[in-house]
């Protein structure tokens, strides 16, 4: 009756472990998931497996006072694996999965630095117990074409300030998002210029196909312009992106 009990409040709970089995990911691709399940003191029943990809992402808080900008984590894809299993006290069981990423999933890498906090979040659903969860950081990278943009924007005359995950969804001629938060890198000329451009935003948008792009451009004394295109994926070199960036950044 006690061991009962304490299954039930979660003393004594199984507890679940994934790992990744590739050191890095990309949006858009498949991925394999180990995840090792440890039992505690009694014997459980396990129903199922959630997984969830997670990042922190910029969004405005109003008060009375005044607008802030806060870092809140944001659910971007998430899924259930049935299970219907009991793990013995003290067993240990292991089972593989094959996840997708969503394409739109923001990189959390650039160039071996770290641009985004994003994770994937795993946890197991105990019949009568408290849930056991494990959070695993994830290295994303940007797709071939994502990352020939960011070189050729390089190459123009511009280097990378910062790059910010925001809540919200980006809208343009030709393609939309869907995830409830956006990637954006923000460029700075490596020069100044008293009537030139003082900042880019880039923001993607890839469905699979291809990628589209769009640039917030700040030129001085004329504001915020916007300018968008969308690329096939096959574009994976400077060379393959440079007809398309060049229709709208010259």
Known sequence: MLKKLLASVGIGKARVDAILLSDTLQAGQPFEVKVEIQGGEVEQQIQGLAFAIMAKAKTTVSTAEHDREVQKSVVLQEWWQDLDMTVQAGERLSKTFTLNLHPEVPASELAGRSIAKVWLQTG??????VDGSDNDPLVILQSPTQLAVLNYISQSGYRLFKSDIEKGQVKAPGFVSHLPCYQEYEFKPD??????VREIEVTFVSNGLETGVLLEIDRAFKGDGYQSISIPNHCTSIEDVKPYMARILG
């Open 191 to 196: 020069s100044f210029s008293l009537f030139g």
């Open 124 to 129: 197991i659903d105990i019949k009568n117990g």
